[in-house]
Every structure is written in structure tokens, then in C-alpha cells.
T-cell receptor, first 114, second 117 residues
Framework: GAGVSQTPSNKVTEKGKYVELRCDPI?????LYWYRQSLGQGPEFLIYFQGTGAADDSGLPNDRFFAVRPEGSVSTLKIQRTERGDSAVYLC????????????FGPGTRLTVT | AQKITQTQPGMFVQEKEAVTLDCTYDTSDQSYGLFWYKQPSSGEMIFLIYQGSYDEQNATEGRYSLNFQKARKSANLVISASQLGDSAMYFC??????????????FGTGTKLQVIP
């Protein structure tokens, strides 16, 4: 079946602009995670959704970052007033449930803020 | 707070040989889980193997095995019979179980493995 997909694969934006990154999880997966991976680092947890609700957003770096999952499937990560330090690969992962240890990752969106 | 340490930024291995990638961890939890993921140049994280803290036997998945030494807090990945396609970044990771019962995963900084023909 189809895996996790993310769009766009690459996004270049100017400092101060608003961006949206989209994640399509595996059908039927109720748990969805966003991570950020900076160059030379491992992924860092940003936010976890169980269904439509953000159960843990403790990893969001500041209030410029926001994510939604209105129908419990597709999720959008939104970044306002982008800064050069936001440049990274943003990874999405889904899981059949929050208790499932196996997370299936998408290919990521590479965000570059110029 | 949980912490994962991977001290090998890069490793080389001859094709068909075995290689061990090191991982140590720190946690105050009694129940936890350890993972290894592979990240090829394409960027996608691929799950390789999982070890629960109460599992008595080391986890194995095909050519991958996890050498779990609980007292030493280490969870090294052993890849046997290396193949050229094994060249990639490898991340050790740990999950904890916040009260919500979901998997909050902490990743190490990774080891870049290069397999030499």
C-alpha cells in the first residue's frame, strides 16, 4: 500500500514569509508525528497527534510553529515569519496507534529560508 | 530526560564483512524501547530493529541484530555480511512512554556507514 507522503519535497522561501508543509499518513493510522532534522543531526520531535487532537506539542520551538490535523488524516505544519534558522528537513511519521512502537516515515520536506 | 549517544560519526566496512555501530543511552525509566533506523541519501527513515527493555533476548531481523547490554546501557547494532546498499546514515533512538501512552522518540546524532567494494 501507499506509504507516508509529504509535499512539497523542497521549499525555498524568503525570510519572513509563511509556509505550509503537508503530510499524508498511511490510511488508517491514527497517530501522526512531526520531526525536524537539522543538518548533521538526528530528527527532533516537534508534535504528536492522536486523531484530530495535538496530544503533545512540547517540541514546537516557538509560537511561530503550528500544526493541524482537522479530519484525523492529513496534517499541515505551518510556520509563520520564517527565519533562516528554520531551514531543515521536516519529517512526518505515522503509526497505527500511539502505542505502536513502529513509526513509518515520509521522505521529508527540505525547507530552505533565504 | 533521555539521551542517546553515538560516538562514531563515520565508519567504513569492507563488503561482506560484519560491522558494529555503537550506541549508549541514558534514562531513569525502567520501561523503555530502543530502535535503529537507516537513512539513505534519499532521506527517508527506515525502521530496522526494536528492543524492549524487558526483552531477555537480543533482537534480530535478518542481517541486523541488536546487542543489548542493559547494565552498560548500550544497544549496539551489528550488521552481518555488509552490502553496498547498506551505505547510509544509521540512527539509534529511544522511546519513552509519556502518560498519554504514545511513543515519544529521541534520536542520536547518527553514524555514517560506508561499505567499500
Amino acid at each position: 500500500g501507499a506509504g507516508v507522503s509529504q509535499t512539497p519535497s523542497n521549499k525555498v522561501t524568503e525570510k519572513g514569509k509563511y509556509v505550509e508543509l503537508r503530510c499524508d499518513p498511511i490510511s488508517g493510522h491514527t497517530a501522526l508525528y512531526w520531526y525536524r532534522q537539522s543538518l548533521g543531526q538526528g530528527p527532533e520531535f516537534l508534535i504528536y497527534f492522536q486523531g484530530t487532537g495535538a496530544a503533545d506539542d512540547s517540541g514546537l520551538p516557538n509560537d511561530r510553529f503550528f500544526a493541524v490535523r482537522p479530519e484525523g488524516s492529513v496534517s499541515t505544519l505551518k510556520i509563520q515569519r520564517t527565519e533562516r534558522g528554520d531551514s531543515a528537513v521536516y519529517l512526518c511519521a505515522s503509526s497505527p496507534s500511539g502505542a505502536s512502537y513502529e513509526q513509518y516515515f515520509g521522505p521529508g520536506t527540505r525547507l530552505t529560508v533565504t | 530526560a533521555q539521551k542517546i549517544t553515538q560516538t562514531q560519526p563515520g565508519m567504513f566496512v569492507q563488503e561482506k564483512e560484519a560491522v558494529t555501530l555503537d550506541c549508549t543511552y541514558d534514562t531513569s525509566d525502567q520501561s523503555y524501547g530502543l530502535f535503529w533506523y537507516k537513512q539513505p541519501s534519499s532521506g527517508e527513515m527506515i525502521f530496522l530493529i526494536y528492543q524492549g527493555s524487558y526483552d531477555e533476548q537480543n533482537a534480530t531481523e535478518g542481517r541486523y541484530s541488536l546487542n543489548f547490554q542493559k547494565a552498560r546501557k548500550s544497544a549496539n547494532l551489528v550488521i552481518s555480511a555488509s552490502q553496498l546498499g547498506d551505505s547510509a546514515m544509521y540512527f539509534c533512538a529511544m522511546r519513552d512512554l509519556p502518560s498519554g501512552g504514545y511513543q515519544k522518540v529521541t534520536f542520536g546524532t547518527g553514524t555514517k556507514l560506508q561499505v567499500i567494494p
